[in-house]
């Protein structure tokens, strides 16, 4: 999947479909993580909704979720400080 190491933490790719009914991971699609969410891409707000859904899900607080590509894409790489890809993968399945 789309976990890559770095010094600070790990990078995971993602593919956000925005305006749906709740927030939710929906699979993997093409060595992406595939994420709904209810916010809309305007303002920002689907990309606040995004760091602020997977902070609850990786149990790391927002300051830790750097947004470092895709700011106006679907598809967006985010830096997640401080963290391991097992650590990652283990809250994934809960």
Do not use: C, W, Y
Not at 31 to 50: C, H, Q, S, T
Not at 77 to 89: A, D, N, Y
């Amino acid at each position: 999947m789309g976990f890559k190491v770095s010094d600070e933490g790990v990078i995971l790719a993602i593919k956000v479909i925005p305006k749906a009914n709740r927030n939710e991971i929906v699979g993997i699609e093409n060595d992406e993580l595939k994420i709904r969410l209810a916010a809309v891409p305007e303002k920002g707000e689907a990309n606040d909704e995004l760091i602020k859904f997977l902070s609850k899900k990786f149990r790391v607080a927002k300051s830790q979720i750097e947004l470092i590509s895709g700011n106006t894409s679907r598809h967006k790489r985010l830096l997640i400080k401080g963290v391991t890809v097992e650590k990652l993968q283990n809250h994934l399945l809960l």
